[in-house]
């Protein structure tokens, strides 16, 4: 597998990109996750909660990936 080096600018530009993303599926997200939370989720926008991979919305992918470049800037 090949490696992508990216420079700490394009890194601020993929984020603003998923930053849109999370935005426009925020919603969306809130919908789809309404039948997924119980007593236990304080929120369904704390990392402990999108994280979890059978968590399989866009928004849950975006916060991840989000994430990820966060840790590289």
Known sequence: MKNITLSDENLRDIKIVFEYLLDSE????????GD????????IL????Y???EINHIYAFARRVK???????
Do not use: A, G, H, W
Request: charged letters at 35%; glycine letters at 0%.
């Open 46 to 49: 704390d990392k402990d909660f």
């Open 36 to 43: 997924l939370m119980d007593e236990n989720v304080n929120s």
């Open 26 to 33: 925020r919603k969306s997200y809130e919908e789809y996750c």
């Open 67 to 73: 994430d990820t470049i966060d840790s590289q800037l």
């Open 51 to 53: 994280n979890n991979p």
